[in-house]
């Protein structure tokens, strides 16, 4: 009976000492970042499209991480500089990914800068790219016989036209879902000592 009293308090004290290095303490380093220059909070266009990014699960196949060059070549497949704590301020939840069946995302908007690349991509991935295994999202489009005049129309290739004719438009939420991939763009400069955090020289890359 003696031992229990001794045994509880060292066990409540490796639990107090834990929450505070793995939990209080982080979350205490994370509260202090600002965000980075250039790096703008969501329109609410821009939210809404990312709440539709995390319902559709897109966080499954896409990072938003691109690693420094000791780690990935991300920086030589066209996938900008290493991220830092800065340029994710906004996110909430933040939305790193843990594999990569597709590209990196997080400066999609910098590569692919065109709403209708965008709108084509989300209604039939082939029509972009013949060997893709991105699944189709034909639910966020309507098709109209006559669409209104502030539709917006979707290019797409005749080989992937709708069976029955019509003209592709897209619902609010393909637009919106665009708005966000459009706003992934983290191409400013980042701070040389967040960038030195990370093991990436800004000179060296040069």
Known sequence: ??????LAVIAFAILAFAT????????????????????????????????HYVDLGCYYCHSQQPRSPDQAPD???????????SDYVYDNPHL????????????????MPSQGWHLTHLYQPRAIEPTSIMPAYPFL???????????????????????????VVAKQSALDLTD???????????????????????????
């Open 96 to 111: 790193l990914g843990t594999m990569r069946t597709g590209p990196d995302l997080m400066n999609v908007g910098v590569r």
């Open 20 to 51: 505070l290095m793995l939990v209080i303490l982080p979350a205490a380093q994370i509260r202090t970042v600002a965000p980075a220059e250039g790096l703008e909070p969501y329109t609410p266009a821009e939210a809404r499209g990312r709440q």
């Open 180 to 206: 966000y991939l459009l706003s992934l763009d983290r191409n400013y400069p980042a701070k040389d000592w967040e960038l030195r955090d990370l093991g990436y020289d800004r000179e060296e890359a040069r």
């Open 1 to 6: 009976m003696n031992k229990i009293f001794p």
């Open 141 to 167: 489009f309507e098709v109209k016989q006559n669409p209104d005049e502030d539709d917006v129309i979707v290019p797409v290739p005749p080989e992937y036209a709708p069976a029955g004719g019509g003209t």
């Open 75 to 85: 920086l030589q497949r066209g996938w900008g500089r290493p991220t830092t704590p």
